[in-house]
């Protein structure tokens, strides 16, 4: 038997491993700024690239993509190369990965504090990025695949199986989500509209928390927990079970993020059916990797990788256990758009994600700089305070969560809510969000305290070289099943029929919800009273979804009688029959928008964006001084619509050549209502002076920022005319 030598490629784990660290510091700093955000609104004032609105995103993309990504690959280009008894397939492609995707973080750190953003949900990142994004991708599944191919182990082991549905789902997820029809360099419209633009961004929403923050780490988990505990899988055919039964039943699950929304309700109710039956794999899973330590778990009181990983798979099965919970749409209806889901992800997000790449990384540095760890004693500290971070987070929101949907609901006897002004909510709730910045600051402690741990670690190791192996070559046997085969066997020596069947697996689901909301246009009913935005309108949305005020205020009524109470008529479907994206939001730190048109003056709303408190004591919302005083460049408008009436907005010529003549028109008479309130009429005569004296342009107040978003707020809501009760009554008689 000819036995081969080659090198494994430690450098480009090391590089990731490195890039983990870096991003991971930057991704939770951004977080806890934002934390302390709730508690000093005023923190980053006249700021813009630093508002909440702005770094809500960014905080989100770098925990999961830079730090959770760069984790993915050093963990997947390790443990691959070991499980095939191969070098990676291609050093170019690796490292065009590492690169590649360092670049796109650089991008993103760049783009979204300025405002370049989607808004859709982990999504946010504008078209050239996301081209970036798929080439890199790509390059990462040919280089996977190709390893695959030139393998020295015959068997493929389960792994490596959630390796690849990892990388033919995001690829499926990414690509179809991030359809999108470009303006200008950084600017795009989504081609889905309302209520299929909301599914396909749930869909993927959903599935990249699965393919992304899931399935690789399950692989990481089957590599490194019986490498750590040096123990075997429990059980091979429960690991056969966990994964086709995860790939085909995850994929349905994203329309629970839509409940009792303007979602067709036979898609609401396939998601919850699934989500339901994702309780069993998901738990499979976790017994699967917990019971890798019988034996072993004298081992897990001394070795802290063994800890980390423990929490880490407990944490996968809270979360997974929570998640078909809060499908089921009586606990949806109290848990949605309140702070349970921000508990309910970061269970997810710092004990799943966190604590197995803290695990990961604690076993391999030492191994691969061949060393010892520089201190036990502190890698059992950062366990204990990241514990604790975990629980002094979490719990905080849960209770948080559960006040908000109970004040949000209760009625005074005569039928009125007993808490009708939405700030006595957010008061309420003001020292929980105390104690998760200060749970968020431990776990951040525990993060570098880690970092110190390893950084002296690698200085005292050897030099990361590429690692000598050697193999027998993979002889060849027969394409077809072999006498006593299992079909599966068979299949797990097969690396392109096992990634063309699990594409099936996963593309059954989207198919099945997607397209017949696309194509079936029963599912979205035309309200003929909906007309496409004014130039203005649309130009101020832009400004809104420029600001991240999507991240805050939601514009989805559900059917609830106390949020039509609060808010005015639950949505309709036909109502964001023109919205390229929708803009439903998840959360609501603030009250929901969709029927705000008309329901405060123009001057409330300059004043309210000028300074919150002026217009609502005790609100939280920070300050867009900029949007006051900054002059708004218009100029693209008749591209924006011209793209619009590609993906089918009914704007004729004629309003397109007069796009500018309509503008000018709307923000004269918005100037004319502010100059009818005396005190704005002080300061803005004020501001001209103070203009003049200072040699500085001054700037008509119909030309500026505000008055575009001004026109957009005050449109929403208001295509549909509701009668009011005494009228209803008076027709029925």
């Not at 609105?53 to 993915?72: K, S, W």
């Not at 999504?123 to 970036?132: F, G, Q, R, T, V």
């Not at 700089?369 to 929101?397: C, D, E, Q």
């Amino acid at each position: 038997m000819e036995i081969q030598q080659f090198y494994y490629d430690n450098k480009i784990v090391k590089k990731f491993l490195y890039a983990t660290l870096f991003w991971g510091i930057i991704g939770m700093l951004v977080g806890l700024l934002l934390a302390f955000m709730f508690l000093f609104p005023t923190i980053t004032d006249g700021i813009s690239w630093l508002s909440f609105g702005r770094l809500r995103p960014l905080h989100t993309n770098a925990v999961i993509f830079a730090f959770v990504g760069n984790a993915i690959y050093a963990g997947v280009y390790y443990s691959t190369q070991r499980l095939l008894k191969a070098r990676m397939f291609n050093d170019f492609l690796s490292n065009f990965n590492f690169w590649g995707w360092q670049a796109i973080i650089v991008a993103a750190a760049i783009t979204l504090p300025l405002g370049y953003s989607t808004s859709k949900e982990y999504a946010e990142l504008e078209w050239p990025i996301d081209i970036a994004i798929a080439l890199v991708w790509v390059a990462f599944g040919v280089n996977l695949i190709g390893t695959m191919m030139k393998r020295r182990q015959r068997h493929l082991y389960v792994a490596i199986w959630f390796y690849l549905a990892t990388f033919v789902t995001v690829a499926v997820l990414h690509i179809f989500n991030s359809l999108e029809l470009p303006v200008s360099a950084l600017k795009s419209y989504s081609v889905y509209a309302g209520v299929q633009d909301a599914l396909v961004q749930w869909w993927y929403g959903h599935n990249a928390v699965a393919f992304f923050l899931t399935t690789p780490f399950l692989g990481l988990m089957y590599y490194f927990v019986p490498k750590a505990a040096n123990r075997p899988v429990y059980s091979y055919r429960l690991s056969i079970v966990h994964f086709w039964s995860l790939i085909f039943i995850y994929i349905w699950a994203g329309p629970h993020h839509l409940l009792y929304s303007s979602l067709p309700d036979w898609a609401q109710n396939l998601g919850v059916a699934f989500s339901v039956m994702l309780i069993a794999p998901s738990w499979g899973g976790m017994i699967n990797g917990l019971l890798t330590l019988r034996g072993a778990w004298d081992k897990v009181r001394t070795d802290p990788t063994l800890k980390f990983m423990v929490v880490a798979i407990t944490g996968y099965g809270m979360a997974t256990f929570e998640g078909p919970m809060l499908s089921l749409k009586n606990v949806n209806a109290i848990a949605h758009f309140s702070d349970w889901i921000i508990a309910h992800v970061h269970v997810g997000a710092l004990a799943w994600n966190g604590f197995l790449t803290f695990g990961m990384i604690y076993w391999m540095v030492p191994k691969m700089f061949k060393t010892r760890l520089y201190s036990v004693a502190m890698a059992n500290f950062h366990f204990w305070i990241g514990t604790l971070g975990i629980i002094l987070y979490a719990l905080p929101m849960y209770v948080a969560g559960f006040t908000q949907a109970l004040m949000w609901k209760e009625f005074n006897p005569d039928g009125s809510l007993v808490y009708g002004n939405f700030l006595e909510t957010v008061n309420e709730i003001i020292p929980m969000y105390w104690m998760r910045a200060i749970g968020g600051s431990l776990y951040i402690v525990g993060f570098i305290v880690m970092l110190y741990n390893i950084v002296v670690t690698v200085r005292s190791g050897s030099k990361v070289e590429d690692e000598l192996a050697e193999a027998p070559a993979l002889t060849r046997v027969s394409k077809k099943r072999v006498s006593g085969e299992t079909y599966h066997t068979w299949l797990e020596r097969k690396p392109i029929q096992l990634t063309i069947f699990a594409t099936i697996a996963i593309l059954i689901g989207g198919v099945v919800q997607i397209v017949p909301t696309i194509l079936v246009k029963s599912n979205i009913p035309t309200i003929t009273s909906v007309k496409p935005y004014s130039p203005l309108e649309l130009e101020g949305r832009d400004l809104y979804i420029r600001e991240g005020c999507v991240g805050c205020h939601s514009q989805m009524i559900r059917p609830f009688r106390s949020e039509v109470e609060r808010y005015g008529e639950y949505a309709k479907a036909g109502e964001f029959v023109y919205d390229h994206p929708f803009l439903w939001g998840s959360k609501r730190t603030g009250p929901d928008l969709l029927r705000i048109g008309g329901k405060y003056s123009d001057s409330w709303h300059f004043n309210h964006m000028y300074d919150p408190q002026s217009t609502s004591s005790g609100s939280i919302m920070p300050a867009y001084q900029w949007l006051i005083t900054d002059e708004h460049d218009r100029s693209g408008v008749q591209g924006k619509m011209e793209a619009m009436v590609s993906l089918g907005v009914p704007y004729t010529d004629e309003d397109i050549s007069n796009a500018m003549e309509s503008m000018a028109e709307q923000a004269l008479q918005i100037e004319e209502n502010l100059y009818s309130d005396p005190d704005f009429v002080k300061s803005y005569e004020a501001g001209k002076q103070y203009a003049k004296e200072n040699g500085n342009d001054f700037v008509e107040m119909r030309d500026r920022e505000i008055v575009s978003l001004i026109a957009y707020l005050q449109r929403l809501g208001t295509d549909i005319k509701i009668k009011d009760n005494t009228e209803l009554l008076s027709e029925n008689k």
